[in-house]
């Protein structure tokens, strides 16, 4: 504790101002840890300009800013600026268009590299933004729904990936969307059908915040496994 600061607390009449200092150093420890390891921002742009060129340094730079901005601010202010910046930064593509493939899972290297994704990069880079600026894992999950979309041949029902935010294990979601860029309710989305949900440590059955995991960790979403390594490898953990 830096000396100014012991003589503030010393003044203080009553022992709450003790308690008050230690809890909010507890809780900047605790957000510390609970947040993915920031990448080496230089190290970051050397390997996203020997990928893709420097055309895309600048969106780097706005992500990483916009991280490091939102790590002030509460978890409900973090999803905002989050899911703003994606979904307002990040244009929608298909993996045969981007990648030339029927299905890539890309890191938020990968993603800010080409300027585009699809509905799963959208949901990862979202996730690991939101790690970086100190939401727990545990409060986060990636869901694989079944949307409904309206289309003027009628109704069409594709296969479609969102991020959910639990305030508390028992909290009804959030979701975090590139269809519908408003975050809301879980029941307000009645154009989703969830099918299973997951994060860095576990796949889940359902959506619920109660559920137990599957056993095997993230080993049977074989998608998921590899992408998570390769995001590792960037430096984010």
Same mark, same amino acid.
């Given at each position: 504790? #830096?000396?100014?600061? !012991?003589?503030? %607390? ?6 709450? /101002? ?6 909010? *150093?507890?809780?900047? %420890?605790?957000?510390?840890?609970? *947040? ?5 921002? +230089? ?101 694989? %729904? ?13 296969? &479609? ?23 809301? &309710?879980?029941?307000? #989305?009645?154009?989703? &059908? ?15 915040? !109660? ?11 074989? #998608?998921? +496994? ?6 590792? /490898?960037?430096?984010?953990?």
């Amino acid at each position: 504790m #830096r000396p100014e600061t !012991k003589y503030l %607390v010393s003044q203080q009449s009553a022992p709450g /101002a003790v308690v008050r200092y230690l809890t909010l *150093a507890l809780l900047l %420890v605790f957000s510390a840890l609970c *947040a993915v390891a920031a990448p080496d921002a +230089e190290a970051l742009q050397q390997k996203l300009i020997a990928r893709f060129g420097p055309a895309r340094v600048p969106l780097l730079k706005s992500w990483l800013q916009t991280i490091n901005s939102a790590k002030s601010v509460g978890d409900d202010a973090r999803l905002r600026r989050i899911n703003d910046f994606v979904n307002q930064n990040i244009l929608f593509d298909s993996d045969a268009g981007i990648w030339q493939q029927s299905d890539y899972w890309a890191t938020p290297l990968e993603t800010l590299g080409q300027g585009a994704g699809d509905c799963e990069d959208f949901a990862i880079i979202k996730y690991v933004s939101l790690r970086m600026t100190g939401v727990s894992d545990k409060k986060l999950r990636l869901i694989y %729904v079944k949307a409904r979309l309206e289309t003027p041949r009628g109704p069409l029902q594709q296969a &479609h990936m969102v991020l959910a935010y639990y305030a508390a294990p028992n909290a009804e979601p959030l979701i975090l969307d590139n269809l519908d860029t408003n975050i809301l &309710h879980a029941s307000k #989305r009645t154009d989703l &059908h969830p099918v299973f949900s997951f994060n860095s440590e576990a796949i889940f059955a359902g959506i619920s915040g !109660k559920d137990k995991a599957s056993a095997g960790g993230i080993n049977r979403l074989t #998608r998921w +496994e590899d992408a998570w390594r390769r995001i590792r /490898a960037e430096g984010y953990e």
